[in-house]
Nanobody, 118 residues
Framework: QVQLVESGGGSVQAGGSLRLSCAASGFTVSSTCMGWFRQGEGKQREWVSSILPSGPTSYTDSVKGRFTISKDNAKNTLYLQMNSLKPEDTAYYYC????????????RGQGTQVTVSS
């Protein structure tokens, strides 16, 4: 059974940092395309970043240079390091097992709230 559990969200001031974690079970992150999504209040869910099994990463333009996606295969865990946070990064963040080609989320976790104050 696929399970994804996020942690690490919280409230920070603009310019601060947070690291989100996503503990996976029921599959191995080392052989799976994984991604992070977010949904702000009143907004559509947005793809943020993804990582392929072999390691290549991609990011939405608004977070390039500030966010870093990574994974620890030994811990079967996905991460999102978020630096230089901005108020517009405020959202509920979800990790997901995704379709590699389309970035469509096949399974996702329950999410974790990130709030950035100015």
């Amino acid at each position: 059974q696929v399970q994804l559990v996020e942690s690490g969200g919280g409230s920070v001031q603009a310019g601060g940092s947070l690291r989100l974690s996503c503990a996976a079970s029921g599959f191995t992150v080392s052989s799976t395309c994984m991604g992070w999504f977010r949904q702000g209040e009143g907004k559509q869910r947005e793809w943020v970043s993804s990582i392929l099994p072999s390691g290549p990463t991609s990011y939405t333009d608004s977070v390039k240079g500030r966010f870093t996606i990574s994974k620890d295969n030994a811990k079967n865990t996905l991460y999102l390091q978020m630096n230089s946070l901005k108020p517009e990064d405020t959202a509920y963040y979800y990790c997901a097992l995704i379709v590699c080609r389309t970035k469509e989320a096949k399974y996702r976790g329950q999410g974790t709230q990130v709030t950035v104050s100015s």
